[in-house]
């Protein structure tokens, strides 16, 4: 099974202020990994797929970069709606599981 | 607009049974794979299971595998999930989420599994 990590844990950033979160994998999954956001009391939207494409609607300052075992997800000026956990989750899809996700990154405000 | 709605959830005790629905609209639902995805009170998200348009191809997490079965109407544009021998580690709230291939794109609100005596 792929294992995913992500670093750090929580990170303190101040709005408008840059944020780069990590997330590594324990083998090669290529570009097939997706970044969540999720909100307290909500589901999870999508971000970020195949490593660096935005979903439909995601603002430009979200950007993904990374491949093979190592990925980063930057915001580049954080608005207030940005503070939450994200996610960030692998799509190998073979052996299943199908998919795996990261332990999560809460950003909070500083 | 597409929608995702679960319905089932509640309180069961360990060893019971619950069947969790997902109603979708506002696409086509036989064109897309399905998925459930579950979080536990304050921990990550898990991915449990995965069936295909057709319902040919269907994988399991194998913390679940065994006891839970996904299946699908498509006439009724609706996924489900019978969860058996259910255990105080499957309390959750369980997500349906759409599959793009590359991700999941769209996920309902989620519904509340507890286990608990």
């Known amino acids: 099974e792929i294992v995913m990590t992500q670093s750090p844990a929580t990170l303190s950033v101040s709005p408008g202020e840059r944020a780069t979160l990590s997330c590594r994998a324990s083998?090669?999954?290529?570009?097939?990994l997706a970044w969540y956001q999720q909100k307290p009391g909500q589901a999870p939207s999508l971000l970020i797929y195949g490593a660096s494409t935005r979903a439909t609607g995601i603002p430009a300052r979200f950007s993904g970069s990374g491949s093979g075992t190592e990925f980063t997800l930057t915001i580049s000026s954080l608005q207030s709606e940005d503070f939450a956990v994200y996610y960030c989750?692998?799509?190998?899809?073979?052996?299943?599981?199908?998919?795996?996700f990261g332990q999560g990154t809460k950003l909070e405000i500083k | 607009e597409v929608q995702l709605v679960e319905s089932g959830g509640g309180l069961v005790q360990p060893g019971g049974s619950l069947r969790l629905s997902c109603a979708a609209s506002g696409f086509t639902f036989n064109n897309y794979d399905m998925n459930w995805v579950r979080q536990a009170p304050g921990k990550g998200l898990e991915w449990v299971s995965y069936?295909?348009?057709?319902?040919?191809?269907?994988y399991y997490a194998d913390t679940v595998k065994g006891r839970f079965t996904i299946s699908r109407d498509n006439a009724k544009n609706s996924l489900y999930l019978q969860m058996n021998s259910l255990r105080a580690e499957d309390t959750a709230v369980y997500y349906c989420a759409r599959d793009m291939g590359s991700g999941t794109d769209y996920w309902g609100q989620g519904t509340l599994v507890t286990v608990s005596s």
């Open positions: 069936i295909s348009s057709s319902a040919f191809i269907i």
């Open positions: 989750q692998q799509y190998n899809n073979w052996p299943p599981p199908m998919y795996t």
């Open positions: 083998q090669s999954v290529g570009s097939n």
